[in-house]
């Protein structure tokens, strides 16, 4: 079931605020929704809200055999796969466009910015590595899957533990959680992504579009950077062109919003912890 | 004989699906000629019990002894003589496609408007939205539309909604803006002025002098759901200050 | 008598129950409910729009989806969603809406045993939010009998399941009728049948007859709980109204 193109009025009406310098939900151009994490008893598992989008991410890790060529590597999977429960016109079994941009941009930003030290991950060279593995289901669509997604992706990482090891010569023997506390994973820095869209000939942009600006806008831009000021990925499939300064401006306001974001992540990790 | 108390009753008398209504109850009267009129959310069983099929609130109007289930939900579905505002998805020679949000679009007659005669009619394009009323509906069927009283031949309102703003509400939501005594739309007008139609779609339109009133107006309408008369107040004092 | 979930103390114990409604903007209907630890979330959208090879003229085709909380879909999720799907099916008075489509779409959101009950629960909750007709509610409990002891434990945990002989899940319908001096707390209850049973491992006639019992009075338990949830719900929407 395809989603139903918004009305004449709301298209009109969305445009000729922003003009005026309002977004029909009330937030000033450059603001994130409220985000909200939500930890489970769990380790590893957290539920995103970012206004009314909602994402779950779930980490999971196995030991399994490493690629020959590359024997000191662990492995590190997303399931990015489009939940129906998000809006029925994902279906189940066909990849839509949107889907591919999705996993591609989650896969660019989290696992070729080598945001996980995948060498960590290593038990016995050649023999024995760990897989992990971050399913990402996608509950509610209201605009800004990415960021959303992202966002649970790496909280649900910095918050995972796996399995202690000890290896005494060939013999592995993996601990239970009650055995030995489980040992965190070893994260090089923070990828978070802030999307922008584009309206009015691009002379209008904002940050983090609802699901109807997302029908609306003429173009759209993610920039992936972390708290050290590092772009890790920039993305920018089809839509209106863009002048370079903007490229620079967007790339500007989205140090701030990724240093904010930052910070509610672990302070929101730092109070789980604490309560344990 | 004793008889299900409703209105009386302080309490809200609220059944689930299965729950199954005594005879005894129903019939005010015993004498055989008494009708019942069983509205939505209520079915006659196949062991001829009437039972509910939807969670709600159990309601009984003595004049005709109309006994129904006042229940929310978000889909619409089509029921003959509801006010709805639709979206024109496509036309034809005949009739325009509208969107009404229900499991399939309706069909609203190119003719179906005040005074239109084939060589003058109204003319609409895809994206516009419609203010219209169902004139037919049946599960079978897709529901038909005008966009006029059917008794008067006259527009009463009807048409099309030019400007303004469209929100999807809960279709519980959408009946209790209907009321007039409702106190989020009375509030609301005592600050500021503004046009609307409620569809029993959930589709509620609203027009304003400016694009922050409308969208003040929107937000209000929404978080007005779930809050009681003090609440709601408040809600509508704290968004009006912040203006 | 101790149990492996040392956060109990009896046998016969449920982990404590939790629900909220209404939850997705999306969905037309959507509920989650736990058992401690194990979360399902379900959503419903319909009676919508159907693809035309599933259309069915008499009436609404159910599509039931179900996505596992680490991994690809497999057998277990088909077998889940085949169970949801025939327990639904003769429920759902489908007949009222044809040629349409119902997907309900279940994910789990914690899993710590007891998934298929918990998801017979939150499926219930969110076709009740979504104002699907139901010829009644259902309620669904998990037991087993545990390998050692030989006791029956209700609602087990993974870790309770690992040392399982046995693990039995039952569904039971709620039909109730209210009685002509009407008030909330004495609804008779009429028949119930059993709609879904599923047991693996291997048990006596005895164990299975006994575990259909303690998980019948257990699932009044969760009957009672459904009813609070949309009663809270309802109320919640009447305030404005009825204050």
Redesign the interface.
């Known amino acids: 079931m395809r989603d139903a193109d918004p009305s004449t009025n709301e298209r009109e009406f969305l445009l000729a605020a922003l003009k005026d310098g309002a977004r029909i939900d009330g937030r000033k151009f450059y603001d994130f929704r409220t985000l909200r994490l939500t930890f489970g008893a769990e380790y590893g598992a957290v539920e995103v809200q970012l206004g009314n989008t909602r994402v779950l991410a779930k980490v999971s890790c196995e030991v399994i055999r490493p690629y020959t060529d590359k024997p000191t590597e662990g492995f590190l999977m997303f399931n990015t796969e489009l939940s129906p429960m998000a809006s029925a016109a994902f279906e189940v079994g066909r990849q839509t466009d949107e889907e591919v941009l999705v996993s591609r941009l989650i896969e660019k930003a989290m696992r070729r910015s080598r945001a996980l030290d995948t060498e960590g991950l290593c038990i016995v060279a050649g023999e024995k590595v760990w897989s992990i593995r971050v399913d990402i289901h996608f509950l509610d669509h209201d605009g800004n899957l990415v960021d959303a997604a992202c966002i649970a992706a790496i909280t649900a990482l910095l918050h995972f533990r796996r399995p202690d090891v000890t290896v005494v010569g060939e013999d592995v023997t993996i601990h239970t959680l009650e055995q030995r506390n489980p040992v965190p994973l070893s994260i090089h820095h923070i990828p978070i992504c802030t999307t922008f869209a584009f309206f009015n000939n691009g002379e209008r942009m904002i940050v983090d579009p609802s699901f109807l600006e997302e029908q609306v806008k003429e173009g759209d831009m993610t920039v992936t950077l972390n708290v050290h000021k590092e772009v890790c990925a920039l993305s920018k499939a089809g839509g209106i062109p863009m002048e370079i300064d903007q490229i620079l401006q967007c790339t500007k306001i989205a140090v701030v919003k990724v240093a904010e974001i930052t910070a509610q992540i672990q302070a929101a990790l730092e109070a789980d912890a604490k309560k344990r | 004989?004793?008889?299900?108390?409703t209105e009386e009753e302080s309490?809200?008398?609220?059944?689930?699906?299965?729950?199954?209504?005594?005879e005894?109850?129903l019939m005010e009267d015993s004498s055989a000629a008494h009708r019942l009129t069983l509205g939505p959310?209520l079915?006659p069983?196949d062991d001829d019990?009437i039972?509910a099929?939807?969670?709600?609130?159990l309601k009984h109007n003595a004049v005709g002894n109309r006994w129904w289930v006042e229940?929310?939900?978000?889909?619409y579905?089509a029921a003959q003589g509801e006010s709805i505002i639709g979206?024109v998805?496509g036309k034809s020679v005949e009739h325009y496609k509208v969107?009404i949000g229900a499991?399939?679009p309706a069909l609203l007659g190119v003719l179906a408007f005040e005074g239109a005669t084939k060589r003058n009619k109204p003319n609409h394009?895809i994206?516009?939205?419609l203010y219209c009323r169902v004139s037919m509906a049946n599960?079978?069927m897709e529901a038909e539309l005008e966009c006029m009283n059917p008794t008067t031949g006259k527009a009463d309102g009807f048409g099309e909604?030019?400007?303004?703003?469209?929100i999807k509400i809960s279709l519980?939501?959408a009946r209790?803006l209907l009321?007039p005594k409702?106190?989020v739309l009375r509030l609301l007008g005592q600050h500021i002025p503004f046009e609307m139609a409620v569809g029993t779609n959930g589709k509620v339109?609203v027009n304003s002098a400016?694009?922050?009133h409308?969208?003040?107006i929107?937000?209000a309408i929404r978080n007005?759901?779930?809050?009681?008369?003090a609440e709601?107040s408040a809600m509508v004092k704290s968004l009006v200050e912040k203006m | 008598m101790s149990r492996l979930d040392r956060t109990r103390t009896s046998a016969h114990q449920l982990r404590p129950f939790f629900s909220s409604q209404n939850l997705l903007n999306r969905a037309d209907g959507s509920a989650q409910f736990d058992f401690g630890e194990s979360s399902v979330m379900c959503s419903v959208v319909g009676p919508a729009e159907v693809k035309l090879r599933d259309e069915k003229l008499d009436r609404a085709t159910i599509e039931v989806v179900v996505r596992p909380l680490v991994g690809l879909p497999g057998i277990k999720d088909k077998a889940r969603e085949q169970a949801l799907r025939e327990t639904l099916e003769p429920l759902v008075l489908s007949g009222l809406h044809p040629r349409t489509g119902i997907q309900i779409v279940v994910q789990t959101m914690k899993d710590d045993g007891s998934i298929l009950a918990t998801a017979f629960n939150a499926t219930i909750l969110a076709l009740l939010d979504a104002g699907i007709p139901l010829k009644s509610i259902l309620g669904a409990v998990t037991c087993i009998v545990d390998a050692e002891t030989n006791q029956i434990l209700l609602d087990p945990t993974t870790q309770e399941l690992a040392n399982a002989k046995s693990t039995h899940t039952f569904v039971f319908d709620n039909k109730s009728s209210i009685t002509s001096d009407s008030t909330q707390e004495d609804k008779e209850a009429v028949e119930v049948s059993t709609l879904y049973s599923d047991s693996t491992g291997l048990f006596s006639e005895e164990e299975y007859f006994e575990c259909a019992q303690i998980c019948y009075k257990a699932v009044q338990a969760v009957h009672g709980f459904i009813r609070t949830a949309v009663q809270k719900k309802l109320e919640k929407e009447q305030q404005q109204i009825h204050s």
């Not at chain 2, 004989?1 to 108390?5: F, K």
């Not at chain 2, 309490?11 to 005594?22: A, E, H, R």
């Not at chain 2, 007005?224 to 008369?229: G, V």
């Open positions: 004989m004793a008889s299900i108390t309490k809200l008398l609220i059944v689930l699906p299965g729950d199954q209504l005594p005894s109850g959310g079915a069983m019990s039972t099929v939807k969670a709600g609130i229940s929310n939900q978000r889909r579905v979206v998805t969107d499991s399939q394009n994206g516009d939205l599960k079978d909604l030019k400007g303004g703003f469209v519980g939501l209790r009321d409702n106190l339109w400016n694009a922050q409308t969208i003040l929107c937000n007005s759901e779930y809050l009681n008369s709601c």
